[in-house]
């Protein structure tokens, strides 16, 4: 089964996310910065990270370069509300297989989520 | 490029990001309330010792700010365009039969949001306009109701029912009064001053229209002169047969600029700052001259 790591500094959205996949049977586990999804990621090596960009400690775009190092078969979503069109592509060329924006419907990040695993 | 890391006032970080980015953030609003920033994602500093970023974040939300205000404009433009065409009741959402009082109720729950004194000292132009269009639409189409529902009779303050239609019988439904009645407007660097010498005759400035009058701490100044809405000024009232003048600050809340048959030309003031003293004086006034003139018919 699919391991999904996800990476958001709200309780709330971890929580909501979290029920999104529940049916799936996919793994979950989770981080609420970007220091702590490096720590998680090292070790159990996510198929898929969902990450947020706005986090304390260390941000989503610092996050996302070191994931990229640590763990390159891992395949990250941002998942933001600053869903600038500048933005957007700076995390696309970062790395990032897609982008949700903030708000999302539950269905929009089954979606993502089984679009990058077929890849 | 250079890039900047921000950091929020919940200590959430982002970054590295370009100006340009970072502008797009902060005038969209999805950026806000930003305390510190950093050129190497590890050592803070206040935005005031990065004066770059604190540029773009002034400018961002700056932009921002114009760019809510003018769709604010838009969307009240837009509702305007709806309403033209309609009649008054439709607008105003009450039954074409209703009484004249339904009408004001009506009129003044509708036109509150767009009175000039809502908007504060930095509101965008685009806005500013917007509001004023409305505003002025309002009010004429408030007006025109009046003049359809034969309304348009003096009220002054004391008059018994009796002494009241004794005078709406003799009137011509025409106010007494004219611009030769405003003295004028003196206008300097920091002020505009307009004097009205009130006589007898002409005391229904204070009683006439449905919404400026002293009930509503206002007073229509019949002129040709035009004084945007919104305008503040002082205005000095001389009383004929009496040594009493008074000063109060105003603020221009409805004009007639000829649209409307049987009024005339002018603009409504709501006096800010008047004494209890002086409104009790006016009332006065008011009541007595109104009482002579009813004798007098």
Sequence with gaps: MPNVLIVDDDAFVRAYLKDALAETGYFLSEASNGEE??????????????????????????????LRNICPESRIIVISSLDS???????????????????????????????VLQV | MANYWICDSSNRILGPLGLGTLRELVASGRVRELSKVSRDGSR???????????????????????????????????????????????IFGIARASTLDHYRTAFFR????????KLSGDTHPDLRA??????????????E????????????????????SKLREKQDRIPNYGAEEFVGIKRGPHFIEATVRVNPGNVGIFTDHSMVNLSTMGVFLPTTHHLPLGTLL?????????????????????????????????????????????????????DQKSIAQVERV
């Design chain 2, 234 to 286: 002082d205005v000095r009232f001389v009383f004929e047969n009496s040594s009493r003048e008074i000063k109060a600050r105003a603020r221009v809340v409805w004009e007639n600029v000829g649209v409307v048959a049987k009024s005339v030309s002018g603009f409504g003031v709501r006096l800010l700052r008047l004494d209890k003293s002086d409104q009790l004086f006016i009332q006065q006034y008011v």
């Design chain 2, 130 to 143: 917007a509001n004023e269009e409305m505003f002025k639409f309002l009010s004429t189409l408030m007006v």
């Design chain 2, 145 to 164: 109701a009046e003049a359809e529902l034969g309304a348009a009779t003096p009220r002054s303050h004391g008059e018994s029912s009796t002494s009241r």
């Design chain 1, 37 to 66: 999804a490096v720590d998680v990621a090292s070790m159990e090596r996510p198929d898929v990270v969902l990450l947020d960009l706005l986090m304390p400690k260390q941000s989503g775009l610092d996050a996302l370069a070191k």
């Design chain 2, 44 to 90: 803070w500093q206040t935005l005031d010792e990065v004066p770059e970023v604190s540029r773009v974040v002034t400018e961002g939300a700056a932009e921002g700010g114009e760019r809510a205000q003018k769709f604010k404009a838009a969307q009240i433009r837009s509702r305007l365009a709806a309403m033209r065409g309609r009649k008054a009741h439709e």
């Design chain 1, 85 to 115: 069109d500048s933005l957007v592509d700076q995390a696309l060329n970062a790395g990032a297989k897609g982008f949700v924006a903030k708000p999302f419907h539950p269905l929009e990040i089954l979606g993502a989520v089984r679009k």
């Design chain 2, 110 to 117: 509708l036109v509150k949001p767009f009175h000039p004194d």
